[in-house]
């Protein structure tokens, strides 16, 4: 693992030379690519130097990362064009994703928590530093104090169980069952607004109205899976409490699915309906995996990385709408068939994902999470039914708002898709579709 | 200030008072150490043109005349029932000497002159104040066997420190609110082991060291100077204001070093609640940090056409951006020797 930091940490000068933009983004893809080829499809830790590892969990959400923020720096070319402090910017991105990957692969969990915490600052960055309006102070606030309100407790718990066990290891913690309340509370709980689960997930909706693009992009696609994948490693030693508690937490995100699909059918604002949807789709991960079944904890997994690629292209697409209307509001950004036949495509194709329609990744994902939810209890059904009606019926809404219709008369001129735009699709919609044809690779890493 | 012989002789005598507290081996030492640095300190204060540090030596040498009245009362008391077997209450007198000594270092109860008196002194005066001037004391504190007073002084601090810098809008006083947040976590670790007390120590006196600078050179004295302020680019003001987050104690940087082992340490010693407690109004400091830096990390905001445009010297820049470096990139660096040992 220590290759890809070294090679991300001695990329960070050359964020500093002017004219170098797409130079680091051409390097994050090629390491993107490196990462590809070290797979080995190993269920123990692998590429162990210093204190990182990664195993098949940590692999995918690496590789997410890598991926994803080399799909940032393609999406905010804006920030590039403008010369928006392009510079910094480069460098934010680059040591955000040097944090990500040391969070997914660290092999210890004091590692993780401090560079789960640190990763926050660099995304507070994004959105104080590029966001657009002055509100994004109060978005600022709302992600960090969230964030660091229940991730405290949890560093208290993180060294209660370092006295108790005397390792941090996460391959020899899960010889040890904590039956401690209190301590389940403090480790899930950063988790959960992470995640972020419905009555906690009030900081996400704002913080990405307010995120650039790029900000957006990484908080949809890595941001929210560093709660799941926090879950997934710290659920093994307090499975205990999990059977007791856990029934708490699936109602409340399978109720809370069900009502933000609801709020997302009278959102106006692209972003905002993308954002509660990937909190309702949080949910399903979310009760999913504290079911504790091993179709749940594939299916989390799988639908984690579907997700991530996902919402952020969807993010992507609301991006190129805004770019050319200077609106995110539904009552601006319809009719764009007659605009850009080509990129409503794209808004089918990514939508149809999301919705979790046949070939994608998604479908799998939510079928594995479906069968452990209802085999955890029949009642859930209700839920889960009108949660993927919902979901079927707002990203409908959302697609055929925004693509069918009257153009709006106010707009005057503007590009059509530019090559870069459609790239930047397809190298989202493309993972989504292939990795089904290697399912395993999501589904089996238990 | 070096051009002034008079100020090169009381900081001698401010630095050998403190010594001499740190070192004597008898509580009257101890005490004539903390009237020297006492009496010295306040010709420092002092300033001809300047009203306010007028006011303000002079609010500080009655706290601390009070206080070192006090410390000299409990003492003979201790003296008394030690020599003569005079039948003082143990308690009563070991209470006196660390109400004395938490009013000298403005903990929480005792911690109402220390705002207004920071209010009227220049950066370098509340530098000395907030970091220095703390060691006597502290360093007394932790040969004292009292934990309730010291608990509650500790909990009392942090939530003093927190919900008192909420509505400040001058600087002097937010850092003095965030001193007195600090020192509730400086008694925290005196309660386990004087090490940690000392990295505590080292590590804040750095963090506010860098701030401090920063506001002295500038002249930065309330928040909105901050917005209408500007040094050589936006991006060196971001990188500069991001030691406000070491300060708050914030993960990648620096500042979450002594933080990070004064939680091990209290967590080993099962002292959950103070920890909560502690952590909690960590965050609400770190609000005001944050609102502190909003004009550095919002690149883009409505800018004055007259904003000021203030350059550093090379040297002062040079420094400031080495000190600066260490305060963002510490941990790293720190944990990185920690793994190559």
């Given at each position: 693992m220590l290759k890809i930091i070294l090679f991300l940490v001695f990329l960070l000068p050359v964020c500093f030379i002017n004219n170098m933009y797409w130079m680091v983004q051409i390097m994050l893809f090629f390491i993107s690519f490196i990462f590809l080829l070290m797979n080995n499809f190993m269920n123990y830790w692998s590429e162990i130097s210093y204190f990182l590892g990664c195993d098949m969990l940590s692999y995918g959400l690496v590789l997410l990362s890598l991926w994803i923020c080399s799909l940032m720096l393609m999406a905010s070319e804006s920030v590039n064009k403008y010369n928006n402090y392009k510079n910094l910017f480069l460098l934010n991105i680059v040591v955000l994703l040097i944090l990500l990957i040391l969070t997914f692969s660290s092999m210890s969990l004091f590692m993780f928590y401090l560079f789960f915490e640190s990763s926050l600052i660099p995304t507070l960055f994004l959105i104080l530093g590029w966001g657009y309006q002055p509100e994004r102070l109060q978005a600022g606030v709302y992600l960090l104090f969230y964030t660091l309100l229940v991730s405290l407790p949890m560093l208290i718990g993180i060294f209660y169980v370092m006295n108790k066990t005397g390792s941090m290891n996460f391959y020899l913690m899960n010889n040890f069952m904590f039956n401690y309340d209190l301590l389940y509370f403090c480790l899930l709980c950063a988790f959960l607004v992470k995640m972020p689960m419905f009555l906690v997930h009030l900081w996400l909706p704002k913080a990405h109205v307010e995120a650039p693009v790029s900000g957006s992009m990484i908080l949809a696609g890595i941001m929210l899976k560093l709660g799941g994948y926090g879950l997934l490693r710290v659920i093994s030693f307090i499975q205990l409490m999990n059977l007791k508690y856990s029934f708490v937490w699936i109602s409340i995100s399978l109720v809370g699915g069900v009502l933000v699909s609801l709020v997302c059918l009278r959102q106006t604002d692209l972003k905002s309906l993308i954002a509660y949807s990937s909190v309702a789709h949080m949910g399903i991960v979310l009760s999913g995996l504290l079911t504790m079944t091993y179709w749940g904890l594939s299916g989390s997994y799988t639908l984690m990385i579907a997700h991530g690629l996902c919402s952020s292209g969807l993010f992507c697409l609301a991006n190129v709408s805004y770019e050319r209307l200077g609106s995110r509001s539904l009552l601006i950004n319809k009719g764009m068939l007659n605009f850009m036949p080509s990129m409503s495509l794209w808004w089918f194709l990514l939508s149809s994902a999301n919705m979790a329609a046949p070939p994608t990744l998604n479908l799998l994902g939510e079928i594995s999470l479906l069968n452990s939810i209802v085999s955890w209890s029949w009642v859930s059904m209700i839920m889960l039914s009108l949660l993927s009606f919902f979901s079927a019926a707002y990203t409908l809404y959302l697609y055929s708002f925004s693509q069918h219709g009257k153009l709006f008369s106010g707009v005057y001129a503007f590009s059509g898709g530019k090559i870069r735009e459609y790239l930047l699709m397809l190298l989202h919609w493309l993972p989504l579709n292939l990795l089904i044809l290697k399912g395993e690779s999501c589904m089996l890493w238990l | 200030m070096f051009n002034n012989s008079s100020k090169i002789l009381f900081i001698t005598v401010m630095i050998i008072g403190t010594l001499i507290t740190v070192t004597s081996n008898s509580w009257l030492g101890a005490w004539m150490g903390l009237e020297i640095n006492l009496l010295s300190f306040i010709p420092l204060l002092?300033?001809?043109?300047?009203?306010t540090s007028t006011e303000s030596s002079l609010k500080y040498f009655l706290t601390q005349a009070l206080a070192s009245t006090v410390l000299l009362f409990s003492v003979i008391l201790l003296m008394l029932k030690n020599n003569f077997n005079n039948e003082v209450n143990e308690s009563f007198t070991s209470m006196m000497i660390m109400s004395s000594l938490l009013l000298k270092s403005g903990a929480a109860p005792f911690h109402f002159w220390f705002p207004n008196m920071m209010e009227g002194l220049n950066w370098m005066n509340s530098l000395l104040l907030m970091t220095w001037q703390k060691i006597a004391p502290l360093m007394l504190i932790s040969y004292l066997n009292i934990k309730e007073l010291l608990l509650i002084s500790v909990i009392l601090s942090v939530i003093v420190g927190a919900i008192g810098g909420l509505n400040q809008t001058s600087l002097r006083k937010l850092m003095s609110f965030s001193s007195i947040n600090h020192l509730g976590w400086m008694l925290s670790s005196l309660m386990i082991s004087e090490s940690i007390w000392l990295v505590y120590f080292l590590f804040y006196s750095f963090l506010s060291f860098i701030l401090t600078f920063m506001f002295n050179i500038f002249k930065l004295f309330h928040l909105n100077q901050l917005f209408s302020w500007f040094i050589n680019s936006k991006i060196l003001k971001f990188t500069l204001f991001m030691n406000f987050l070491s300060l708050g104690g914030l993960p990648p940087f620096l500042g979450f070093l002594p933080k990070w082992l004064v939680i091990q340490q209290l967590t080993s010693c099962n002292q959950y609640f103070l920890l909560t407690a502690m952590m909690m109004s960590t965050l609400i400091t770190l609000f005001f940090y944050l609102r502190i830096c909003y004009s550095a990390f919002m690149l883009n905001y409505f800018e004055n056409n007259w904003m000021m445009t203030l350059n550093m010297n090379n040297f002062n820049m040079n420094l400031y951006l080495i000190l600066t470096f260490f305060s963002i990139f510490g941990l790293i660096l720190i944990s990185l020797f920690f793994f190559m040992l």
């Open positions: - | 002092s300033d001809n043109n300047n009203l």
